[in-house]
């Protein structure tokens, strides 16, 4: 197969077409800026909030206004913790798992060194956090519980609606970064009760410098990006017209596919796992079984490194990702797979497959047919192996 | 994603020498799976004349890992065992083109791994045992003081984040950095230069015709280009002969009195400096 067959869509997703078509206008000849008083900028400011009516349906919440568009994921992050840090100022206290993306773990890492205190709940080996422990941490001076809705490792889902409810009853604000699956699954806010939530872009086929932070009617809000008064006054900076007009468009296209998400990706992801648990020994998959997004697999192939198994799969055009330490970009491995307290043996040979709506059946086939052999190559070089330790 | 040679890359698609001598002459093996690496390698060697008849290596780690690991097995078939004793990680990168300094620590491994199998062969057991003044400074990768104090030696390293790339240490935890930071203080100051900033090279050993275009290119670029610059001149490297480098002088160095003066005083000083004391430099048009 001489076509890339891309499976890291949790690292990012491909731009859809109609996206792209939706997007040119604002790139080309209508430039204006929505804030401008004549009819050129101005008639720009309705296609933006356009777009935030169809941000808002997918994640059914009550009102457009409570979506604030950001550029990114991580704006989104930093956005709802410092905005509920700065407006409860006399709380000192964050809540947050081990799991988190680093765009909540370091941001919480340094406001430890401003003075904060933070509590990181751990999970078991299935990836779950003990709702027991949490409720036994919230204390009066908890100004935010920040807890992911699922993992972009594992796939993992958190027990959301019932963290939001807990946090509810405690008067804690409580934040969800739901950037992995916002798009891949059904989303009520009516019913969630959740105050703050970050979405991203590029995971669901927008393009990527584009983010909404979803914020509560009522919710105490201060803003992170200061500047003019775009976004009603709660972030700063020109929008991003085409990028928005975008979102609007992926948002509208993942509305109305995700209940196939939730299908045909999850009877892919599964056939995977099934062949390869059968062809391949010595080999697991990472996360609670069923509580997981329908389109991740996390893997782990013992005796054999991360970053070989992917150099190998990239000579087949297949794109994945890994938790082992040479892929980490520092010299550890994996915080999520380490906190589920995965043996390290597999946490270093551990790749990640991430599907999406445009993965064929056949893309799977060919994955399936492709990493056997790769993983035997490999542990004919290892010292690793069977009774050979 | 990491800019591999096209040397590191073919040794990695296609490895060569992977295996286990049957009944060994040497075996070295150094790392874990904790670690990230790990390599195991076993030697066949003639006991009169001390070659090394053949190497094979088994290889746990990365794609640097693995060429590095096949990159050593070939360089030091048929080599005495002397000479291989010389091999430093430096020949190992060398050999394959160079590695990204995060990678540094996979043609270290190799070369541990060697000098494991070494003192195996002359009597000593095969996974390196650590005598006991050492200490181990970083927890997290278990390296201790004396692969520190090495690495800083041999490839004159200035920084903390270069031992890290060197020796892994400090790339865990991170505790053990004021202690990495310590040793490197201590180092230089023993060897009489200003410290852990100064970025000055001191090669001890005879460059590779590689290593030396490599160096005078930096050489210029760091240490002479910039002041240069900043009067709005420049200089460009044009060729290298043996000792002799032909340079050009750009801009407004051209039309200057003293850039006869600025190519003895700057250039070829810097040059002899830092590369080595025969280096003369020519201007060329």
Partial sequence: ????????????????????????????????????????????????????????????????????????????????????????????????????????????????TDGYRVSYLDVNTDGMIDLSELKGIIGKDTAIISVMYANNETGVIFPVEEIAEIARQRGVIFHTDAVQAVGKIPFK???????????????????????????????????????????????????????????????????????????????????????????????????????????????????????????????????????????????????????????FTFIQGSVRFSLSRYTSEEEVDYIIDSLPPIVEQLREISPFGAGKR | MWDYTEKVKELFKNPRNVGEIKNPDAVGEVGSII??????????????????????????????AIASSSALTEMIKGMTVDQASKITNRDIADYLGGLPEEKMHCSVMGMEALEAAIANYRGAPAKKEMVGEEKIICKCFSVTDKKIIRAIKENNLRTVEQVTNYTKAGGGCGKCTPEIEKLLKEFWKKQGTKGVSAEKPIEKKKLTDLRRITLIQETIDREIRPSLKSDGGDIELVDIDGNKVYVRLLGTCLGCPTAGVTMKTLVESKLKEFVSEDIVVEETT
């Fill in chain 2, 35 to 64: 670690c990230g690496d790990a390599l195991r390698l076993t030697l066949r060697i003639d006991r009169k004349s001390e070659k090394i008849l053949d190497a094979k290596f088994k290889t746990f780690g990365c794609a640097s």
């Fill in chain 1, 1 to 112: 197969m001489m076509k890339k067959v891309y499976a890291d869509n949790n690292a990012t997703t491909m731009t859809a077409p109609e996206v792209f078509e939706a997007m040119k206008p604002y790139l080309t000849g209508e430039y204006g800026n929505p804030s401008s008083m004549h009819t050129f900028g101005g008639k720009i400011q309705k296609k933006v909030d356009a777009a935030r009516e169809s941000v808002a349906e997918l994640l059914g919440a009550s009102d457009p206004s409570e979506i604030i568009f950001t550029s990114c994921g991580t704006e989104s992050d930093n956005t709802a913790i410092i905005s509920t840090l700065r407006s409860y100022r006399d709380k000192r206290h964050i809540i947050t798992t081990k799991v988190e993306h680093s765009a909540v773990l370091n941001l919480c890492r340094f406001l430890e």
């Fill in chain 1, 189 to 343: 806010m009516t019913k969630l009760p959740a105050d703050l939530l970050s979405m991203s872009g590029h995971k669901l086929h927008a393009p990527k410098g584009i983010g909404a932070l979803y914020v509560r009617r009522g919710t105490k809000f201060t803003p992170f990006m200061i500047g003019g008064h775009q976004e009603h006054g709660r972030r700063g900076g020109t929008e991003n017209v085409a990028s928005i007009v975008g979102l609007g468009v992926a948002c509208k296209l993942a509305g109305r596919a995700v209940d196939e998400e939730g299908t045909r990706i999850k009877k892919l992801r599964d056939k995977l796992e099934k062949a390869l648990l059968q062809k391949i020994p010595d080999f697991r998959i990472n996360g609670h079984k069923d509580k997981r997004l329908p389109n991740t697999s996390s893997m782990g192939f013992e005796f054999i490194e991360g970053e070989a198994i992917l150099l190998r799969l990239d000579e087949k055009q297949i794109a994945a990702s890994s938790g082992s330490a040479c892929t980490s970009g520092s010299l550890t491995p994996s915080h999520v797979l380490r906190a589920m307290r995965i043996p």
